[in-house]
């Protein structure tokens, strides 16, 4: 096998474009049939974007949303309302931690550099620096959580992914997928199975491309085909991202993952969860309080059926009982562990 990183694109990116700063960001409602990489300088869009999931993906959402308030700040005239702004981009989705964490970051930043004085251009210029530190932070946690996970992987393995946790939810390199990528770059990956991930499509339409773009051999299954897979003996290990991670290691990942986790319990599989530190919620004692998404039923239904109510939560949540160990970029854990890092 050929890895082939280099024809996969940077999902999400802060960039100058002479004197204006640009947030580009590949437009996801559109893959696999056209990579088209969308280029703003509209704070707004940048949240639109990110509500109907053209930008999705923990740390990849909450790149564009620090990246959001960077172009707000850019062009407004004063910082006055940069609280009730940041609480706008903050708010876009409420399951993955990494949008608040990353406004925050930059909000926090922009309070510390406006007490000098220094006028909103000075200010988006010392956030600029910001965000580019945190795109380059991002890829370094995620080559860093590869290599860490492809350790737990044996040689040959075959492993089952659901959603995408790949370079398409992160800057660059991916969560999940990085470990398959640090696998494969150790020649120890035989294939991925890859879950359709259902209403949206995440693993069919992103994974499978972005797994074949990098030449790792890669099957699509229905979401309703992993136990059968499992029980023929197929797969060696259940690998997949996280949304929020409470402190005693719950887990909030797409919908379908919990399944997924259970399936893997009851055939003897590991289930690893991989995610970056900025995942992990330690306000929240367990996954009782992660707020689980609500989307539009059209996800599921596109044309609505008179009497038929659709329910069509984004993710759910999986105990750390059925979690066999969480990755991050310090190392490989324990759930009940995850802050004692």
């Known amino acids: 096998m050929e890895l082939r990183l280099d024809r996969i694109p940077r999902s999400v990116e802060l960039a100058r474009a002479g004197d204006e700063i640009l947030f580009s960001y590949v437009d996801e409602r559109l893959l696999p049939e056209e990579l088209l990489v969308r280029q703003t300088g509209s704070w707004e869009e940048v949240v639109d974007a990110i509500k109907t999931l053209a930008v999705r993906g923990a740390p990849a959402i909450g790149l564009a949303g620090a990246a959001a308030l960077v172009l707000w700040v850019s062009r407004a005239e004063s910082l006055a309302a940069i609280e009730e702004v940041a609480e706008k981009i903050a708010t876009a989705r409420p399951t993955a931690v990494n949008l608040r964490w990353g406004v925050e970051r930059v909000l926090e930043a922009a309070k510390a550099e406006a007490a000098t004085e220094r006028g909103p251009a000075c200010v988006a210029d010392a956030l600029y620096a910001l965000v580019s530190e945190m795109q380059e932070e991002d890829e370094r946690v995620n080559r860093e959580m590869g290599s860490n996970g492809a350790q737990l992987l044996p040689s040959g393995a075959r492993v089952l992914t659901h959603c995408n946790a790949g370079s398409l939810a992160t800057c660059y390199y991916g969560t999940a997928l990085g470990v398959v990528y640090a696998a494969a770059e ?99 004692p367990d996954g009782s309080g992660i707020v689980v998404e609500q989307r539009d039923p059209s996800e599921v239904l596109p044309r609505a059926i008179d009497g038929v109510e659709v329910w069509n939560p ?27 890092e």
């Not at 199975?193 to 994974?207: I, M, S």
């Not at 066999?324 to 562990?337: L, N, S, Y």
């Open 186 to 284: 150790q020649g120890k990956i035989e294939r991925v199975y890859a879950d359709e991930t259902r209403p949206v499509g995440q693993g069919a339409r992103l994974t499978t491309w972005e797994l074949a773009r990098a030449g790792v051999p890669v099957t699509l299954i229905c979401d309703n085909m992993a136990a059968s897979l499992m029980a023929q003996g197929e797969v060696d290990a259940v690998v997949v991202g996280a949304d929020r991670i409470a402190a005693n290691g719950d887990t909030a990942n797409k919908i379908g993952t919990y399944g997924v986790a259970v399936l893997a319990r009851e055939h003897g599989i590991p289930f690893y969860v991989v995610a970056p530190t900025s995942t992990i919620d330690p306000t929240l």
């Open 314 to 340: 984004a993710f759910d949540v999986t105990p750390a009982r059925y979690i066999t160990k969480i990755v991050t970029e310090r190392g490989v854990f324990d759930p009940a562990d995850i802050l004692g």
